[in-house]
């Protein structure tokens, strides 16, 4: 498959699939930057150790920075898992294919879009795993559309995010009581004001490195499908990582501000510290699975479990746990909800075109 920006510029402009499929997939690219990338700098806001414009400004460049970097230095195994996923092929071979990836990114815009004007948090990393696997089910009319070994990595990833997140923001929370204790409080909060600025931005990086190698995969499979390619072999090249950068910091610097509010203040009310300790926490989550084994993990599971740890550290009253439990509700909807929008929407695709 030809990936040279040269040879991309020349198909899209000959190929009125591939067209589509490239600003459907760049629109789902700025939801997520719009709609997840929040989540990273929630607390910082919240504690006030940043004014949100210049926080949302800090993620979109640190969002650019994760998916170059980690796309450049390591293999990207969260691409690998994406693409193994589903099988999209049809009877009408690729164009079948292709309806049912556009469907997908379809229906992942419509259940993020829904989700963040109520200001729910739900995580796009799951929706485009819910999206993709629907569409896929639809387009082989049963679960042979879905790679299970691949799947079983989401249920991994899961399980992972939740007992680190939760375990780890516990004790680290604890521990920052212990060792601070008997400090004078107000230089204390200075530092950790500014110890939250680089943690934050550190949970946005990683924000970046996890869900860029996750969209540029479904970049490269509606290319590969529009050039009739195998969707197997790929490489992203640099050009699609800053492309990929770029827009995913345009959606960031559109704002997200009713995501920061759900995350960072009504889930539990939390000092510099805590906030700290969560966006270190989540973030070190976040690249690790990245990393080392290529699980596809979400930014908002993350980053609102790890809030649970630290401030149950405190008191279990800390946390607000009617808002955890809304946010866990809308977890739970996003694989069956947005499943079912991409199984619909590509029967309505398929029929239509």
């Known amino acids: 498959m030809d990936v040279s920006f040269s040879g991309f510029l020349s198909q899209l402009g ?37 004014k949100a414009n210049s926080a949302i400004f800090m993620a979109a460049i640190c969002n650019f920075a994760g998916i170059i970097v980690m796309t450049l230095l390591f293999k990207p195994e969260v691409s690998y898992t994406v693409r193994d996923m589903v099988n999209f092929s049809g009877e009408n071979g690729n164009k079948d294919a292709l309806i049912a990836l556009c469907a997908a990114m379809v229906a992942i815009v419509t259940w993020a879009t829904a989700a963040w004007k109520f200001g729910i948090p739900t995580s796009e990393s799951h929706a485009l795993i819910a999206g993709l696997s629907g569409a896929a089910i639809a387009l082989q009319g049963g679960i042979g ?34 060792i601070c204790k008997n400090k004078d409080r107000r230089p204390t909060n200075r530092f950790f004001q500014k110890a939250q600025i680089a943690s934050a931005a550190l949970a946005a990086f990683a924000h970046g490195a996890q869900d860029g190698q996750k969209f540029m995969a479904v970049f490269l499979i509606g290319m590969a499908l529009s050039q009739n390619q195998d969707t197997t072999e ?22 997200g501000k009713k995501i920061i509010k759900s ?48 401030g149950a550290a405190k008191r279990a009253s800390s946390v607000n746990w009617g808002v955890v439990g809304e946010m866990v509700l809308a977890w739970l909807l996003t694989f069956p909800g947005c499943g079912l929008i991409a199984y619909l929407m590509t029967h309505l695709f398929m029929h239509i075109f």
């Open 14 to 50: 000959s190929n009125p699939s591939l067209l589509i499929i490239v600003i459907i997939t760049l629109g789902v690219i700025i939801v997520n930057g719009w709609t997840d990338a929040p989540n990273a700098i929630a607390t910082c806001v919240t504690t006030r150790c940043m």
């Open 145 to 178: 559309g879905i790679n299970g070994e691949q799947w079983i990595k989401v249920i991994y990833g899961l399980v992972f995010t939740t007992l680190f997140s939760f375990v780890l923001g516990y004790i680290s929370a604890k521990l920052l009581q212990f």
């Open 234 to 255: 790929f490489t992203a090249p640099i050009w699609l990582m800053i492309l990929c950068a770029v827009v995913m910091g345009i959606g960031t610097s559109m704002g």
């Open 263 to 310: 995350v960072g203040k009504d889930m539990a009310e939390l000092k510099p510290y805590q906030g700290f300790a969560s966006d270190f926490v989540a973030s070190t989550g976040l690249l690790l699975s990245s990393v080392f084994s290529g699980l596809p993990v979400s930014t908002t599971h993350a980053k609102t479990i790890s809030i649970m740890g630290v």
